[in-house]
């Protein structure tokens, strides 16, 4: 099993900056690639960003690119979402997964989020 646990959220305001961790534990080594998504209140999940552990090209949605920025720490096993220049429109609870894949759907491990709120 894989247990991942999310850190790092919280209230910011608009324009500011914001970093979201994510932990792994467990057998990481069935783990590829670890993603994140959120989730706002009265909407479907969506995928953010996903990263694999050999630290290839990253994926972001469209919606976040040149504001946040996936990377990952394989000693630590742990993958960061630096969120920047962030808007009320990222309010949200964020969660990270992983999987045998960069594929979104192919991640199965979840962990339980971390709510963001960002003020106007």
Known sequence: ??????????????????????????????????????????????????????????YYVDSVKGRFTISRDSARSTVYLQMNNVSPEDTADYYCAGGGTMDPNGMHYWGKGTLVTVSS
């Open 1 to 58: 099993q894989v247990q991942l646990i999310e850190s790092g959220g919280g209230l910011v305001q608009a324009g500011g900056s914001l970093r979201l961790s994510c932990a792994a534990s467990g057998r990481t080594s069935s783990i590829y690639a670890i993603g994140w998504f959120r989730q706002a209140p009265g909407k479907e999940r969506e995928f953010v960003a996903a990263i694999s552990w050999s630290g290839g090209t990253p």
